[in-house]
């Protein structure tokens, strides 16, 4: 099936550039995800707050509810981001999941407790919970606020909104819970769809691949690493960060190797990862994907 690119109903000369929101194919998904990362702190104060809440409830020993508050985060097909629906790793969390990121939280150290709390590491140190499953959660829990974006570009622009209300679920960071709202919505260009619901995503808010991951963050422990001695060959010259992948990682752990490692290391060296947060965000203004960028990935095939 053909799609239909909104800058081309727009009748505009060039993909992406000039627009806020990302320029999708609605019949298509693209391969870019939603970065935490880059989030507004108006956004990224909904999603923390959502996963603090998921905290107290676990640390209350309310599993089941802080379980069952991640039901509510569902695959969206109407924003056509992450792998497609027969691709997709699933949306969620297992309670084995929410063992194993909110048990490590609850052992960590309370200054670095704040800091494991956040979209930014949630994604980095659960198990099979990475930047698909992550991108679901984080739209549907600002679901509200992307309906609201996209209604206004839909006046900017002209795009059709539909005439009936449809009803939404969103994140309440007031009340700490689930809520419903009813609003008209952005209609699909494509007229033949069953659900003709369109969701824009602002454009600075995606990216090709999270900055913040298991593997950089491997990458700067290792730097450290090299500087100790135990950790250079005979004449001072430090191991090769291959090297000590193959001397620590690998001969060390046999599944999800990267995120145990850090996970171990985090343990063990709380200061490591707040290091970590602290170098990566000094760089993060510059981490939005440029027009060009945008164009040469939507355009590419």
């Not at 819970?177 to 003709?196: A, C, G, I, Q, T």
């Not at 985090?266 to 990862?273: E, S």
């Amino acid at each position: 099936m053909i799609g239909i690119r909104l800058s081309k109903y727009l009748n505009r000369e060039h993909v992406q550039i000039g627009l806020d929101f990302l320029d999708v194919d609605t019949n298509e998904d693209v391969m870019l995800f939603v970065d935490p990362l880059l989030l507004p702190e108006n956004f990224k104060k909904i999603v923390d707050d959502f996963i603090r809440t998921v905290y107290r409830l676990y640390q209350n020993n309310k599993k089941y509810d802080a379980l069952n508050l991640f039901n509510h985060s569902k695959e969206c097909n109407a924003v056509h981001l992450g792998y497609s629906q027969n691709k997709s790793s699933g949306t969620g969390v297992s309670m084995r999941m929410l063992n194993q990121f909110f048990g490590y939280v609850y052992g960590s150290q309370q200054h670095v407790q704040e800091n494991l709390l956040t979209s930014v590491a949630m994604p980095m140190f659960t198990f099979k919970f990475s930047k698909d499953r992550m991108t679901d959660l984080i739209v549907s829990l600002l679901k509200k606020e992307l309906i609201e974006f996209s209604l206004k570009q839909a006046k900017k622009h002209n795009l059709r909104i539909s005439e009936d209300t449809m009803e939404f679920d969103y994140w309440d960071i007031k009340k700490h819970e689930w809520s419903k709202f009813k609003s008209r919505y952005l209609l699909d260009p494509d007229v033949k769809k069953s659900n003709p619901l369109l969701i824009l995503i602002p454009k600075n808010i995606v990216n090709k691949r999270y900055e913040v991951t298991p593997e950089r963050y491997v990458s700067y422990i290792f730097k450290g690493m090299q500087q100790d001695p135990r950790n250079q060959d005979s004449s001072g010259k430090p191991l090769t960060q291959k090297q000590l992948r193959d001397r620590i990682i690998d001969t060390q752990y046999r599944e999800n190797k990267d995120k145990n490692f850090i996970l171990d290391e985090t343990q063990k060296t709380p200061k490591l990862f707040l290091k970590y947060l602290n170098h990566v965000e000094k760089f993060s203004d510059n981490k939005s994907l440029l027009d060009v960028e945008l164009v040469e990935f939507l355009t590419k095939g």
